[in-house]
């Protein structure tokens, strides 16, 4: 049983390139979770989709950010014309239905490392 | 809304001490408390949790945490520190359904 795989690992991207970050969560999971890590700053949440579905998105900034978890695919978190403060580990999570009780953590990915140049 | 603190950016412990990393948080209602290792250029692995039932709660490789309701802590604690343990730590909490919030992480660096 695989788990919550992202790709690219490492992706470079000039200013003002847009970067596709994607994420396939763990089998028999249906949430979704992009955190942002930074240095000296931990981990930010960003937003927490279901299958076409955004939940919660009050970590994303206003501008440029974009999500979504179709049907069928992977998640993908877009951002538009980068700039270096862009330049981040970008972590997926995924976790089984709430309907659990929420007393389940969550399971990362490896992580997407974006470096904008 | 919810918060995590973790004090320390970093703690240094020799191998075969008592090593702790600390964590308070701040919720409203019955907290869910996680710990998670990140070693370098990798995931978030989980450590343990806290739901609810006793307060010492046991997780992978030997460590623990301590629930105290009163102090609003959740600190993650191991007997003999391994170099091996040498990681970033982050401690999480969530209340129901709520999202996960991370404190901004431990680093604890164990020498030999």
């Known amino acids: 049983n695989a788990g919550v795989m992202q790709n690219p690992r490492h992706l470079v991207r000039r200013r003002g390139q847009e970067a596709r970050l994607r994420c396939s969560p763990m089998?028999?999971?249906?949430?979704v979770y992009w955190y942002r890590q930074l240095p000296e700053e931990g981990l930010k949440f960003m937003v927490y989709?279901?299958?076409?579905?955004?939940?919660?998105e009050s970590g994303m900034p206003k501008e440029r950010f974009s999500a979504e978890f179709p049907k069928e695919g992977p998640s993908i978190l877009r951002i538009q014309q980068v700039v270096r403060g862009d330049s981040a580990a970008y972590f997926c999570?995924?976790?089984?239905?709430?309907?659990?009780?929420?007393?389940?953590?969550?399971?990362f990915g490896s992580g997407t490392r974006l470096t904008v140049v | 809304a919810q918060s995590v603190a973790q004090p320390e950016d970093q703690v240094n412990v020799a191998e075969g001490n008592p090593l702790t990393v600390k964590c308070t948080y701040s919720?409203?209602?019955?907290?869910?408390l996680f710990w998670y290792v990140q070693y370098p250029n990798r995931g978030l692995q989980f450590l343990l949790k806290?739901?609810?039932?006793?307060?010492l709660v046991k997780g992978s490789y030997g460590f623990e945490a301590e629930f105290n309701k009163s102090q609003t802590s959740f600190h993650l604690k191991k007997p003999s520190a391994l170099v091996s343990d040498s990681a970033l730590y982050f401690c999480?909490?969530?209340?129901?359904?709520?999202?996960?919030?991370f404190g901004k992480g431990t680093m604890l660096l164990v020498s030999p």
């Open positions: 999570a995924s976790s089984p239905n709430p309907g659990t009780g929420g007393e389940d953590g969550y399971t």
């Open positions: 089998k028999g999971h249906s949430h």
């Open positions: 989709l279901q299958k076409e579905n955004i939940i919660d």
């Open positions: 919720v409203s209602g019955n907290p869910y």
């Open positions: 806290y739901i609810t039932g006793d307060n």
């Open positions: 999480a909490v969530r209340r129901g359904y709520s999202t996960l919030t």
